[in-house]
T-cell receptor
Framework: EAGVAQSPRYKIIEKRQSVAFWCNPI?????LYWYQQILGQGPKLLIQ????????DSQLPKDRFSAERLKGVDSTLKIQPAKLEDSAVYLC?????????????FGPGTRLTVT | GNSVTQMEGPVTLSEEAFLTINCTYT??????LFWYVQYPGEGLQLLLK?????DKGSNKGFEATYRKETTSFHLEKGSVQVSDSAVYFC?????????????FGTGTQLKVEL
């Protein structure tokens, strides 16, 4: 079974530029999560999708961050414009359904550096 | 709100030493508790979990017991190996209407030396 795929693995941009990250969850997983992991901290949930609908985006900085999962499969997270404090690893995770399993399966992450 | 506190690292041990990484939590209701591990250059992986009080999760020689009376979920291993060097995250989940939401601790880096 293929795991959660993310791309790119690394990205370096200047502040005020835009960036997008892509995630393809495990096949058949209905629930998808995006996390932000700042160096030295634990991951923080940004947004959770159930199929193509948003379940929780309470911690997403909506003035600059956006995310979509149009067909209920892969997802894109965008930052526009980026700030220095956005430097972090962005993790994508998925679960089969909302309630059938407590385990989240994580991708390798995208390391973003904003200069 | 929910929160997880774990001991700060880095923790440096010699191979075959005993490992304890402390984790305490604050949560409403009855959360499930997890330990995730992040090896260098890799994504987070579930190490073990416990879903109710007094449950013991175990995997790869690691163990943790869900202690509701002390709100703790300490990670232990009797004899660590160099290959156990990684960052360990304690986490809890509270099932919401749309799915499980993980709250992580800050992570503890473990380095095992020969």
């Amino acid at each position: 079974e293929a795991g959660v795929a993310q791309s790119p693995r690394y990205k370096i941009i200047e502040k005020r530029q835009s960036v997008a990250f892509w995630c393809n969850p495990i096949s058949g997983h209905a629930t998808l999560y995006w996390y932000q992991q700042i160096l030295g901290q634990g991951p923080k949930l940004l947004i959770q999708f159930q199929n193509n609908g948003v379940v929780d985006d309470s911690q997403l900085p909506k003035d600059r961050f956006s995310a979509e999962r149009l067909k209920g499969v892969d997802s894109t997270l965008k930052i526009q414009p980026a700030k220095l404090e956005d430097s972090a690893v962005y993790l994508c995770a998925s679960t089969p359904t909302a309630t059938s399993s407590y385990e989240q399966y994580f991708g390798p992450g995208t390391r973003l550096t904003v200069t | 709100g929910n929160s997880v506190t774990q001991m700060e690292g880095p923790v440096t041990l010699s191979e075959e030493a005993f490992l304890t990484i402390n984790c305490t939590y604050t949560a409403t209701g009855y959360p499930s508790l997890f330990w995730y591990v992040q090896y260098p250059g890799e994504g987070l992986q579930l190490l073990l979990k416990a879903t109710k009080a007094d449950d013991k999760g175990s995997n790869k020689g690691f163990e943790a017991t869900y202690r509701k009376e002390t709100t703790s979920f300490h990670l232990e291993k009797g004899s660590v190996q160099v290959s156990d060097s990684a960052v360990y995250f304690c986490a809890l989940t509270r099932l919401t209407g749309g799915g499980n939401k993980l709250t992580f601790g800050t992570g503890t880096q473990l380095k095992v030396e020969l």
